[in-house]
């Protein structure tokens, strides 16, 4: 009997990801396997070399995905923002994984950055969640996707939860791992979040929302909208430039080149403006005073502070008693003749609450019977 997709979850934001049950638009990269879907099952089955993905037809970029699984055998996961690379013949995928691991060692819900990074958040001090998944029986998979934020359920447990900002949006995809792999997804259903509110700070233009705590204007190198922000030169004091408004969770995202050992980003300053408070990212480092642009980003959850240069992780802090809101500043070295910073491009995306109405927290697991069935204790274990 066909499962009814709709009686998954009562938030009306969910819907299938495969609305016409069917693969119709999806397709394979990397290693021969088949894909089937049977009755709202999807299989994949395959014995090649290669790993094997069914690949979506769009991008995604924040959602969250909920469904049900079994593997049969091998290894397998689920791949979300995921790129196609059409290197050869076949392609390859590479992205974010969230592993179905049968072994010993039961990863299950992990990330792992398949064909770049390897693992990224796996499940060593986690045992809880080593234990939620139940090899050969149906397990049901959450996966959050927010900004730059992942979090991932295994039968109501929580598994991963880590900061990235390598993909901001990509595919999703159904892995069949190279060797005997026979693995079995129903229910699968999405809930697309809306996209985040983007502040402009500066971007070549006019500065947008945040003023110079010195008292000196931060001046302009060269002629807008293609113009630089650099820092004063002043002896008097730090060149300090303050947000307008307090922000909770969010990402901020500096291009530019410093050369300014002393300059820092500092998030959720205290309500009285003192630049003493709040969580400091050294901006000015060595490896950024080499006269090239970089990318800088803090990402800013709850108590959590994430710092990523060009994409890599270099700092991580959890501040107890951190405000769930504050003012940003980006501060130059006491003695500014040190060097400068110079902004090309500045933003700040905002996100709503993790626990976001609209969709809201992963359920405890619920029994769907297929049609026409009575209710069982637990999901039946039937090939498809």
């Known amino acids: 009997m066909p499962l009814d997709d709709t009686e998954r979850l009562p938030q009306p934001a969910l819907k299938p990801l495969f609305p016409a049950r069917s693969t119709e638009g999806w397709h394979i990269v990397g290693g021969v396997a088949e894909f089937a879907m049977r009755d709202g099952v999807l299989t994949g089955h395959g014995t090649d070399s290669r790993n094997a993905f069914l690949v979506s037809p769009g991008n995604y970029e924040d959602f969250v995905l909920d469904l049900e699984l079994r593997i049969d055998e091998g290894n397998s996961g689920i791949q979300v923002r995921s790129q196609v690379r059409e290197n050869d013949g076949s392609g390859s995928l590479v992205g974010y994984q969230v592993e179905i691991d049968p072994t010993p060692r039961a990863w299950s819900g992990g990330i792992y950055d398949e064909g770049r990074r390897g693992w990224l958040f796996d499940l060593k001090e986690n045992e809880a969640a080593r234990q939620a998944f139940k090899a050969g029986e149906w397990n049901r998979f959450v996966i959050e996707c927010r900004g730059p934020w992942f979090r991932t359920w295994v039968n109501g447990v929580p598994a991963a939860d880590g900061v990235d900002i390598l993909d901001a949006d990509g595919r999703i995809a159904f892995q069949v791992h190279s060797g005997r792999t026979t693995v079995h997804w129903r229910r699968v259903m999405i809930a697309e979040l809306p996209p985040p509110k983007s502040v402009r700070i500066f971007d070549g233009g006019a500065l ?177």
């Not at 709040?278 to 006269?291: A, M, Q």
């Open 208 to 384: 947008q929302g945040w003023s110079a705590r010195s008292g000196l204007p931060w001046p302009l190198d060269g002629i807008p909208p293609h113009a630089r922000l650099v820092t004063p030169q002043t002896e008097a004091e730090p060149a300090v430039l303050v947000s307008d408004d307090a922000y909770g969770d969010c990402l901020a995202i500096l291009e530019g080149r410093c050369d300014d050992p002393g300059a820092a980003f500092i998030v959720r300053l205290p309500e009285d403006g003192s630049l003493d408070g709040g969580v400091r990212s050294k901006i000015g480092v060595e490896r950024l005073r080499d006269g090239k642009d970089h990318v800088v980003a803090v990402a800013i959850k709850g108590a959590r502070v994430n710092t990523f240069v060009d994409a890599t992780s270099v700092g991580y802090r959890v501040e107890a008693g951190l405000p769930t809101q504050g003012r940003m500043a980006i501060m130059g070295s006491p003695d500014q003749k040190q060097g400068t910073i110079s902004i090309d491009r500045a933003r700040v995306m905002l996100y709503p609450p993790m626990d976001d109405p609209r969709v809201g927290p992963p359920m405890p697991e619920r029994v769907v019977p297929p049609l026409g069935t009575q209710p069982a204790s637990a999901p039946p274990n039937t090939a498809p």
